[in-house]
């Protein structure tokens, strides 16, 4: 059982990511193969997501997490920028970019990471 968990691709992938950064690698996925799995990794996401609620119907439930996805997106900013602004250290405009990006990206996975 653990040793399935420790071998799953997930989990290796992650592994690999981390040994990469550790050792400073500058090895980089292509630009053109990152868009392209953002793009597939949306659309696969966006089809399971429509069939699970054509199954179960619209939900006060999904109406509730919707609006909380929703709602956490607009306020992830305000304590990102508190916090990056006095333990980064960073200045007020650094900061807010930061912010706003952590607020825009936490409902879709839209500029992933090239460096591996």
């Known amino acids: 059982m653990i040793l399935d968990t420790l071998t799953s691709p ?3 992938f992650f592994a690999r990511g981390m040994i990469a950064g550790i050792s400073r690698s500058d090895r980089a996925i292509p630009e053109a193969f990152a868009k392209g799995m953002v793009i597939y990794l949306m659309a696969a996401i966006g089809l399971k997501g429509g069939v699970e609620v054509s199954k179960s119907g619209i939900t006060d439930a999904l109406l ?3 609006a909380a996805g929703v709602t956490l997106s607009f306020l992830l900013p305000l304590p990102a ?3 990056l602004r006095g333990f980064g250290r960073l200045g007020r ?3 807010a970019a930061v ?6 990206s936490a409902s879709s996975p839209s500029s992933p990471p090239t460096r591996c």
């Open 81 to 83: 920028f508190a916090a």
């Open 93 to 95: 405009t650094d900061a």
């Open 10 to 12: 997930i989990i290796l």
């Open 99 to 104: 912010a706003a990006h952590y607020g825009s």
């Open 64 to 66: 509730l997490a919707g």
